[in-house]
């Protein structure tokens, strides 16, 4: 059974009279406990395709089920707590809340859920110490550098046990070598906290990792390929 | 960490607006308790002047309010020592007073008729000892020295008048009085009118011999009033001392004696009367109390005479128009003030929002609803609010001190006497208080479209700001 359903999703933008239209009859399904990711050239759809699985934005047609449940019923504040509790974001530019240490930034979501102290304190510590920043916890974001930044993006998203990880291009900000290990620990965290990453990405190297892979093209999927598949071109 | 932390901290990332904003709003909180400060001082400055010269209640005949100022003496309050001592004596209003004592007055014509000069005057009978008690009041901890009665332990014909009464009956030179030319521009102006052998007449009429006063013997003054029966009677009087009365109309008319010789001249050998029983309290915040006992006593012991009780503010409405225009300013400044601290703060927080636009969508991405958004902004103002009314009141305290301390002094309108420039901050609860909240509630209400409009943006839109 599929974690993530997309179906016949379009989106359009209308920016000053024209009209752009970001995706056409997008179809996708992702499987729960797997690595997907979101390949294209630039201006693709790609983040377009993540906003609106990640219920940060609505499709002007199609529906998209997570988990079982349709986001495009839901009003904005039980979105806002759909995405607390099932959904991560790792952005590009990291995000982290700069007033913040290492610490609060993964804490926060916790908070948000009203988590118990113990447990959340529990929670953060296992988290940071999987992505190896333990000896940083009390840092700010601006005294660390960008692959540590993304080391805080992924504890946080993954803070509060969703069951579905986003990332949108979250190498793109990095240097290869850097870019390699987040991929390596995205891998790991997904695998060690059994959660399922959907990212975008047009790194070659990223869409080896990939379990799943899904290309982009003008708005419109044209490429569909499985761990167990040998590629099917739509 | 929570939102009241987080609203913290982000006011402290950009410590040089947050600091420019708490410093207009500190500003402002300074303005405000300053004046008002200033304001108090005035006012009680006032009640003071009033409750020590006339006290807080009078005890009058029902219709000398309205009707007495034609002629006072038809509204006496005969066999007024009984009155009296009812009310001293009485158990509820006693341990309220501090002085009962009672006061004649009445209006008549003042003459210097050595230099043919008349002119009418309002007369006041008291008994001085009463009075010098009633100047030691100050419920509100003036640095003043009491005032003593200027006809205290002078004879029973002695008088003191207004510097104005002075000047028209020619009397400032015995008097000592300055600033007090002769009258020569009526010659002068009719010279003018009439024919040259007329006016030549006229001025020779009017050269002025030296006036009593002229020399250094006592100044007297002739007081001719209507006895209780309507037959004209004079009193001779030794002035002893002309007094400025603060307000010239008043200074233009008064003359002030003991209540023995008042009464003598308007009730002769017949029983004397007074027109009004003034009683001064411990405090002003006495009177509701003792206005109930006192219509209470009006209604039984004392239901045969026809008196009313007044409370000094129906008494002198000037003080209550004082009020009310002190009250207008201040509320008028309070807006202005308010209106800037709003806009300031209003600007601040707009800033903000433009440049956390990105951080906005990620607490919204995450999973923070817009009432949450909503509330961090309108934190992060309420702080604002909070520290700026903190500071103002610590600023403006500071600065009361340092200008009660400076030895500055004034001349309060309708008053003589200057006395030293006092801000009223200390001690002001309500006046602090009141400001502190309402530079709060300005700064939340300028917080809460800027919030308003960050909790409304869409999620999508705000991680694409650049």
Same mark, same amino acid.
């Given at each position: 059974m599929q974690l993530l359903s997309v179906k016949d999703v379009s989106k359009t933008y209308h920016l000053d009279r024209v009209e752009v239209s970001a995706l056409s009859d997008v179809n996708l399904e992702v499987y729960p406990l797997r690595f997907t990711v979101l390949s /294209?050239? *630039? /201006? *693709? /759809?790609k983040t377009t395709l993540l906003n609106l699985i990640g219920g940060l934005d609505r499709p002007d047609r199609g529906e998209i089920i997570l988990n079982g449940m349709?986001?495009? /019923? =839901?009003s904005d504040d039980a979105r806002s707590d759909f995405r607390l509790r099932h959904i991560g974001f790792v952005f590009q530019n990291f %995000? =982290? =809340?700069?007033? =913040?240490n290492a610490y609060e930034n993964v804490e926060y979501p916790l908070r948000l859920t009203g988590t118990r102290p113990a447990a959340r304190a529990k929670r953060v510590r296992d988290l940071l110490e999987a992505v190896g920043l333990t000896p940083h916890a009390r840092h700010l974001p601006g005294q660390l550098s960008g692959g540590q930044r993304q080391r805080v993006a992924i504890a946080r998203a993954l803070a509060t046990a969703p069951q579905l990880v986003l990332a949108d291009?979250?190498?793109? %900000?990095?240097?290869s070598q850097t870019g390699d290990s987040i991929i390596a620990l995205m891998r790991h965290m997904q695998r060690e906290f059994k959660t399922s990453f959907v990212f975008s990405s047009h790194d070659p190297k990223v869409l080896a990792e990939a379990d799943d892979s899904a290309i982009l093209r003008d708005g419109r999927i044209i490429s569909i390929t499985r761990q167990t598949d040998a590629g099917v071109a739509l | 960490m929570n939102t009241w932390s987080l609203a913290l901290r982000n006011l402290l990332r950009n410590r040089r607006r947050s600091f420019a904003t708490l410093l207009a709003m500190m500003i402002g909180g300074v303005c405000i308790l300053l004046f008002g400060g200033y304001v108090q001082n005035i006012i009680f400055g006032m009640q003071t002047g009033y409750v020590r010269g006339g006290g807080h209640l009078q005890l009058q005949h029902r219709d000398y309010f309205l009707y007495?100022?034609?002629?006072?003496?038809?509204y006496g309050i005969a066999d007024y020592q009984q009155v009296i001592d009812l009310v001293k004596h009485d158990p509820v209003l006693a341990p309220m007073l501090t002085v009962v004592t009672p006061t004649l007055q009445f209006g008549g014509i003042g003459g210097n008729f050595e230099v043919g000069a008349s002119r009418t005057v309002m007369a006041s009978g008291e008994v001085m000892e009463d009075q010098n008690a009633m100047q030691t009041w100050n419920d509100y901890g003036f640095p003043d020295k009491p005032e003593v009665m200027s006809l205290t332990g002078t004879s029973a014909d002695s008088a003191i008048i207004g510097t104005g009464v002075a000047r028209v009956l020619q009397l400032c030179a015995p008097l000592k009085v300055a600033d007090c030319p002769a009258p020569q521009a009526k010659a002068q102006t009719e010279g003018a009118l009439l024919p040259h052998d007329v006016s030549l007449l006229a001025a020779g009429d009017a050269t002025p011999e030296p006036a009593s006063g002229g020399n250094s013997a006592a100044a007297e003054l002739e007081l001719l009033a209507a006895t209780i029966s309507g037959a004209p009677n004079v009193a001779r009087l030794k002035v002893i001392k002309a007094e400025s009365q603060g307000v010239k109309e008043f200074d233009d008319v008064y003359v002030g004696m003991h209540l023995r010789q008042a009464q003598r001249l308007l009730y002769g050998a017949g029983a004397p009367e007074v027109t009004s029983i003034v009683l001064q309290l411990h405090h002003t915040r006495q009177i509701p109390l003792a206005t109930a006992r006192l219509k209470e006593l009006l209604a039984?012991?004392?239901?045969d005479r026809p008196l009313a009780v007044y409370d000094f503010r129906t008494l002198n409405p000037y003080y209550g128009q004082t009020i009310g225009l002190f009250n207008a300013i201040f509320g008028f400044i309070s807006i202005l003030i308010g209106g800037i601290v709003l806009f300031t703060v209003s600007n601040t927080m707009n800033a903000a929002v433009v440049e956390r636009t990105v951080e906005i969508g990620t607490l919204r991405a995450i999973g923070l609803r817009r009432a949450g958004v909503r509330t961090l902004f309108v934190s992060e103002g309420l702080l604002l609010g909070a520290l700026g009314a903190i500071a103002g009141v610590v600023v403006a305290l500071i600065l009361a001190t340092v200008i009660n301390h400076s030895g500055l002094t004034w001349t309060p309108p309708g008053r003589v006497n200057p006395i030293g420039l006092h801000v009223r901050v200390w001690g002001e609860t309500q006046l602090l208080i009141g400001t502190a909240i309402a530079l709060t509630l300005v700064a939340v209400l300028s917080a809460w479209w800027p919030a308003r409009r960050a909790a409304r943006l869409e999620v999508v839109e705000a991680l694409r700001h650049v």
């Open positions: /294209g050239a *630039s /201006g *693709s /759809g349709p986001l495009g /019923g =839901l %995000n =982290l =809340l700069p007033v =913040l291009e979250p190498t793109a %900000n990095l240097d | 007495g100022s034609g002629d006072p003496a038809a039984t012991s004392l239901r």
